[in-house]
Nanobody, 120 residues
Framework: QVQLVESGGGLVQPGGSLRLSCAAS????????MGWYRQAPGKERELVAT???????NYADSVKGRFTISSDSAKNTVTLQMNSLKPEDTAVYYC??????????????WGQGTQVTVSS
């Protein structure tokens, strides 16, 4: 029984910053990967950033240089530091964690989503 809880969303002006956090709880045996996705109204959900257990990161071209993903495996937590925010960053942001649990060494879990709105 694994649950992901997201926090940190809100309303911010263009050029501002927000920090999203996502913590997993439950019977977790190991972490394979963590990531953030987002979905704007009328759009498909898209990958924002991922980080693998070994530390390798990947970013969407639209956020590279502005967003930073990091993780704390001891706390089963992934964060997304978002700087220089633009109106086009407005979306619901979803946390994803690929975890080893009993009976499955790569089970995917999603957070509930948190709204990020960038507007003047």
């Amino acid at each position: 029984q694994v649950q992901l809880v997201e926090s940190g969303g809100g309303l911010v002006q263009p050029g501002g910053s927000l920090r999203l956090s996502c913590a997993a709880s439950g019977s977790i045996l190991g972490i394979k990967a963590m990531g953030w996705y987002r979905q704007a109204p009328g759009k498909e959900r898209e990958l924002v950033a991922t980080i693998l257990a070994g530390g390798a990161t990947n970013y969407a071209d639209s956020v590279k240089g502005r967003f930073t993903i990091s993780s704390d495996s001891a706390k089963n937590t992934v964060t997304l530091q978002m700087n220089s925010l633009k109106p086009e960053d407005t979306a619901v942001y979803y946390c994803r964690q690929d975890l080893r649990v009993s009976g499955n060494y790569n089970a995917r879990y999603w957070g509930q989503g948190t709204q990020v709105t960038v507007s003047s």
